[in-house]
């Protein structure tokens, strides 16, 4: 099955262009942003009282935030273009690190190695999803999407629960100890899924942007009418989509494995923290995602500092809930 850029045709003009010709926020609400993080790190800094241990809260926020820029790419990429929160996205987080447990406990491969395994595993069972559970509902009431991906989350940790039990268990990395950067210092884990996090979301931005599946994915979200009136398989692509979603997601579980605990539930936090992400950086929108992902990061380090003893997380939804009576749209949202 071929899918094909549609052709410059009426039909199709609208709806590419207008995804086109958003450039992103504007130039006040990226200094309000900037801002307002640059005065939260004085205050965290002032609180703390060391420049060391901020150094340390900035270079882990940024690295963190990478993470989740990755996890959130996957949950905005699929609401962008279907119109459905995946509610499952946290447990194919937590499929993907046992899967890299598995792999590296049975063969002995680098944990990272293990993406090559993981990604197309974790797309393949994101296509059948779609294919399989999604696209007969696609013209289905919203709550029934959502009760459809609420129950697959619900299996996956179950199946997960039988099948390892209980326990928690962890990957080693070989040779993870901390590096220096810039005054800080890291595990060098955290360090090489931050830089994997940054490549995997050029990658998917690249395939979105420079190529005819992504003006296809792309026009299908703009416009899914004009899209099918222009021979575009609109079925192929929401399972493309959701494909490349599970595949995010897939990836991201791979790259926090060797620092994170692996049990069932753990992709529950790390779907917490994505919708925040999606939502501060607008929903549907790809660079918001990476760079709401960064501002979440930030602000959890710099929460626990200027709020110690309380839970890093309250920082970001206080940040949150700001966001949203000051901008509804998230900081890189648009108008319909």
Known sequence: MTIQAPPPTA???????????YNGPSVRTLVVTFGVLLVAAVVAGVV????????QALVTGLLTGGIYSLVAMGLT????????????????????????????????????????????VMFVLGALTQAGLLNPIMRAPIHTQL???????????????????????SVQLPGNAGVPILGATVDVSRVYAFIGALILVAVLWIILQKTPVGTAVRSVAANPEGARLVGIDIKAIYVLTFALGAAAAGAAGT???????????????????????VVLG????????????LIVGLTEQLGGLIMPGQSPLLAVFVVFLVVLFAKPRGIFGRAS
């Open 11 to 21: 039909s199709t003009a609208t709806g590419v262009t207008a995804v086109r010709r």
């Open 48 to 55: 703390s009282g060391s420049t060391t241990v901020l150094t």
């Open 77 to 120: 990429l699929v609401y962008g273009v279907l119109h459905i929160i995946n509610f499952a996205n946290g447990a194919m987080v937590a499929l993907s690190m046992y899967l890299t447990y598995v792999l590296v406990d049975a063969t002995g491969m680098h944990p990272y190695l293990t993406l090559l395994i993981t990604i197309p």
């Open 147 to 169: 009760l459809i991906t609420i129950g697959l989350a619900l299996a996956i940790e179950n199946i997960l629960l039988l099948v390892f039990g209980p326990n928690p268990l």
């Open 255 to 277: 790259l926090v494995a060797p620092f994170t605990t692996i049990e069932p539930t753990a992709g529950s936090v790390f779907n917490l923290t994505a919708f925040v992400v």
């Open 282 to 293: 607008g929903m549907g929108n790809v660079p918001g995602a990476l760079v709401g992902g």
